[in-house]
């Protein structure tokens, strides 16, 4: 059974930076990624990263700003948040895909094991 476990959530001001951190069980997870969903929102993919590490995806509000990694040996994905708004306050959640993956286009429904998420609020 996989676990995800997340940390680095808080309580922030606008503009700060804030790491997220996602440590999982062992096994092989052929993508990692964060997903976010604020109060009366849906669910969205922020940012998803290959087990090659290549062809990250971001999303659009966080681009340029934001940076996944993740380290196969350790099993753990790390989002780091820069220049933080107030519309990024929401609940992050690590999540994986634990079959082998050929898409090019991710889908929340291509995960398939979540962690629990942590709060991140951002104060204007």
């Known amino acids: 059974q996989v676990q995800l476990v997340e940390s680095g959530g808080g309580l922030v001001q606008a503009g700060d930076s804030l790491r997220l951190s996602c440590v999982a069980s062992?096994?092989?997870?052929?993508?990692m990624g964060w997903f976010r969903q604020a109060p009366g929102k849906e669910r969205e993919l922020v940012a998803a990263i290959r087990w090659t590490g290549r062809n990250s995806y971001y999303a659009d509000s966080v681009k340029g700003r934001s940076t996944i990694s993740r380290d196969n040996v350790k099993n753990t994905v790390d989002l780091q948040m820069n220049t933080l708004k107030p519309e990024d306050t929401a609940v992050y959640y690590c999540?994986?895909?634990?079959?082998?993956?050929?898409?090019?286009?991710?889908?929340?429904?291509?995960?398939?094991?979540w962690g629990q998420g942590t709060q991140v609020t951002v104060s204007s």
């Open positions: 999540a994986v895909v634990t079959r082998p993956y050929s898409g090019s286009n991710y889908h929340i429904n291509d995960f398939d094991s």
């Open positions: 062992g096994r092989t997870f052929y993508v």
